[in-house]
């Protein structure tokens, strides 16, 4: 099994910038596709990012393309999530999962193990 722990969420203005990372520990994720999943406010789950596990193909919704950047560190067993000019709409938790197979996208059924989420906040 593994478990993961998000952090580096927070509150921040809009235009302004956070870098999320995604702690795994029980076993190594080096050998998994990883995504980032969010929850606004009223909304309902949504995908974000994803990455191979190599870290060689990288895959982004619409509403982040080119303002968020997904990354590993398989050394460290940690995925990250870089946020610049993060947008009021942008304000959800955040969560990063484990895709079950090598091929997971966008669908939350791909995953799965989840961490907690962290909270991110954009202000005006």
């Known amino acids: 099994q593994v478990q993961l722990v998000e952090s580096g969420g927070g509150l921040t203005q809009a235009g302004g910038s956070l870098r999320l990372s995604c702690a795994a520990s029980?076993?190594?994720?080096?050998?998994?596709?990883m995504g980032w999943f969010r929850r606004a406010p009223g909304k309902e789950r949504e995908f974000v990012a994803r990455i191979s596990w190599s870290g060689i193909s990288t895959r982004y919704a619409d509403s982040v393309k080119d303002r968020f950047s997904i990354s590993r560190d398989n050394a460290k067993n940690t995925v990250y999530l870089q946020m610049n000019n993060l947008k009021t709409e942008d304000t959800a938790v955040y969560y990063c999962?484990?895709?079950?197979?090598?091929?997971?996208?966008?669908?939350?059924?791909?995953?799965?193990?989840w961490g907690q989420g962290t909270q991110v906040t954009v202000s005006s």
């Open positions: 029980g076993r190594t994720i080096s050998n998994s596709r």
């Open positions: 999962a484990e895709g079950i197979s090598l091929v997971a996208t966008m669908d939350p059924n791909d995953y799965g193990s």
